[in-house]
Structure formats: structure tokens, C-alpha cells
């Protein structure tokens, strides 16, 4: 079967889930109370992806798995359970710029969340319009061990411009210790701060444990430690 294709028309988002309310699981914001959108499709394709079912046809029947809703769909969505955080998530999220624009732009207008977060992996730009109107864009440059090769996970304009923004954070996904080196070589050479080390994994007991790997390396480069919160509460469960 072919997969279906993600477009960017102006007034519809291909979305894979909507959901919440539950907590943020990731970075900064970890445990506020938060709603997610998922947006279907993804250019990259990470080995340990936690969210196959936004863009793999090998492993998920891709049509079943999207869902195409109207920027008043998801406004009425929201009106209906009243948000204080609002994640846009993937998926790679940026590979819709122009109804996100337009989403966002329309929730600030009507007030519907307090703030509103991008997760992204920093290989796709923002446009203008989506840095004035995110409180903050969560990135995640993808290391070695996702099985990328270098010239697909970094883009150095793109980190560049997220750096610029003054609006992003950068969670890095780690395996192992020897990770954080990685990590390091591209802090320096971008200049990308404030740095998040979030362990990889979809189960809490691998969650837990390398946290606690992570937890002593990590204060030694004065970096932040994410959790999984989700993980840790409810496994890998879909809609949390
Ligand atoms: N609770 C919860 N927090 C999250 N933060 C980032 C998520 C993601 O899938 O990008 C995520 C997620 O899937 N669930
Ligand atoms: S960038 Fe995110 S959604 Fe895309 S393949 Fe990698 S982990 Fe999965
Ligand atoms: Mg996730």
C-alpha cells in the first residue's frame, strides 16, 4: 500500500492523535498539566523511534493511523477542555508550517492555551510567524545511535536559526554515558544552550535505570536531566 502523503494545505492538519488532558513528560515543562496534538508524518526515520505509527509504513497501516481535522475541529477541541499547555508533537511537526501558523496564530487570538510548545527534531526551520507565536520549541538534534547519517540529522542553518530564536531548548535523546560527548561536540560547535539529556526508552524500568546512569555525568557538565514522566507512569501506552 502506499503511504498517504502529508500536505500542507492552509486549513487542514493531518494529525495521527489528540489527546490529554496529562501531563508534559518531557524537558522544561515536565508535569504541567498539558493537551497534545500528534501530527502525522516524519522525514526522519530514528531507529529506536518511540512513534512509528506518524510515518512507517512497514510497521503501521499508515492510512488507519491519520486523521485529517480542520483548524476549527482542533479549536473546538479546545474550547471544549480549556488548556494551560498545549504540545504540538509528531511526528515532525514543522513539515506543516503554514496550518500551524494559522492554528496557533487563531489560538492566541481566542485565548484557548496558555502556552503552547513544538517538540522538533532541528533539521526543519521555522518560519517567523511560528517563533513569535510559540512559548517555546523543545529540539532534539538526533546523536549517532539513532542511524541517521550526519547530513540528515544536522542541519547546521537550521540549528542556527532555532539557536536565534531565543526560543529553544535542546533535549538531547541518550543511550549511554559515552553519549554525552557527542552531545558536547555539538553544543560547542552551535552554540546550543540550555542542554536537556533525556534517556531513550519506552519502558520505565529502562527510563529509570538510565537515569540513574545519566545522573551523576550530566551534573558534572552542569546540564538539566529530563525523565520520561509518562513512561514512568503509564508505560508506552498511545494517548498519554
Ligand atoms: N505525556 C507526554 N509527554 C510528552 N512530551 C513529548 C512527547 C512526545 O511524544 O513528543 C510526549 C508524549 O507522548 N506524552
Ligand atoms: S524524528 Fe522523531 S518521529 Fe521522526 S523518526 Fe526520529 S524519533 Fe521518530
Ligand atoms: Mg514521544
Redesign the pocket.
Given at each position: 500500500m502506499k503511504p498517504p502523503v502529508v500536505s500542507d494545505v492552509d486549513r487542514d492538519l493531518v494529525v495521527n492523535e489528540a489527546f490529554g488532558p496529562t501531563f508534559q513528560g518531557e524537558g522544561p515543562s515536565t508535569g504541567r498539566y498539558a493537551h497534545f496534538i500528534r501530527l502525522f508524518g516524519?522525514?526522519?526515520?530514528?531507529t529506536?523511534?518511540?512513534?512509528?505509527q506518524?510515518?512507517?509504513p512497514a510497521r503501521h497501516d499508515l492510512a488507519a493511523e491519520q486523521r485529517i481535522l480542520s483548524i476549527e475541529d482542533i479549536l473546538s477541541w479546545l474550547a471544549s477542555t480549556p488548556a494551560d499547555l498545549l504540545v504540538i508533537t509528531?511526528?515532525?511537526p514543522l513539515l506543516q508550517p503554514r496550518a500551524l501558523e494559522r492554528l496557533l496564530c487563531a489560538i492566541r487570538e481566542r485565548e484557548l492555551a496558555t502556552d503552547v510548545e513544538i517538540e522538533t527534531?532541528g533539521?526543519i526551520a521555522p518560519t517567523d510567524v511560528l517563533i513569535s507565536a510559540v512559548t517555546r520549541f523543545n529540539v532534539?538534534p538526533?546523536l549517532a545511535h539513532?542511524g541517521?547519517r550526519r547530513r540528515q540529522r544536522i542541519r547546521p542553518a537550521v540549528l542556527r536559526d532555532l539557536a536565534g530564536s531565543g526560543k529553544a531548548v535542546w533535549k538531547f535523546?541518550v543511550q549511554q554515558v559515552d553519549d554525552l560527548d557527542e552531545v558536547q561536540e555539538l553544543v560547542g560547535t552551535y552554540g546550543l544552550h540550555p542542554v536537556w539529556i533525556m534517556p531513550e526508552g519506552t519502558d520505565s524500568s529502562t527510563v529509570l535505570a538510565r537515569m540513574r546512569l545519566l545522573a551523576d555525568p550530566v551534573l558534572a557538565r552542569r546540564w538539566h536531566l529530563s525523565t520520561r514522566l509518562h513512561t514512568l507512569l503509564w508505560e508506552n501506552s498511545r494517548g498519554r
Open positions: 516524519c522525514h526522519l526515520s530514528c529506536w523511534c518511540d512513534t512509528p506518524t510515518h512507517d509528531g511526528g515532525e527534531s533539521t532534539s538526533k539513532s541517521l535523546v
